[in-house]
């Protein structure tokens, strides 16, 4: 799988990243002209006007843009703004997680299932501000043995298994908050690859670009789990949980 790798920040959709650094005088104004009204959306509207990205850049991608876009302070959503770096992102959720009440172990296995499912979309809602992507429902079913969740692009659910929710086991419960946060970080990706890139590192979304449109998603059914799991979507979002949660058990148990 070494040569899945190789060349992948040297392709067809690393062209562009940086291909305009600059915005002209009329640029400024045209968007400027729309700053002062507090309209987000036609703000956001304005500025993905004069792009030709498909899906569009964060707006404020530019830094020409971003500093007149200061004006508008917090009038903006966040899904429309550039991401935090990774290593933001894993701090600030894993702290998140320390605040929200039922969360911790001892809170947890007092809870009913109900208060369970509260707390994870309430999890999950925080998480979506952090990543600026737009929340997803959170679901319940019953997966089998062996199956935790999956993520749902067509209707953004993010779906976990129900006997793992209502388990009161540590692993279980650990497990529950790693579906969620990899789940999670799939939405984030379907969001950057279709909606609006908003991951600060062009590289990455590049691979994410290859695996989706180019080679294809790699499902264990057809290709075997080693497949699966080097896949940079999945390499990706298994990397991403592990660390929030490493970061948030530290210390803890």
Partial sequence: MMEYYNGLESNEFSEGIEKKTFVTKAEKAYISEVLGT????????????LSTDVPPKAIDFNKEIASLLKSAGEDISPIYLEAPQDCIQIKDISEEMKTIEGLDFNDWKELSFDERMSVLQKLEEQISVIAHRPFCELVAKDLGNGHFGYYSKNSNLIVINSDVIKSNSFNDYRETLDTLVHEGRHAYQNYNLYEREVHPRGGEISNWKLNEFSYGYQDVGHYGFRAYALQPLEADARAFAEDVLNEFFKNRV
Avoid: F, M, N
């Fill in 38 to 49: 507090k309209d987000s959306t036609a703000i956001v509207a304005r500025i993905d006007e």
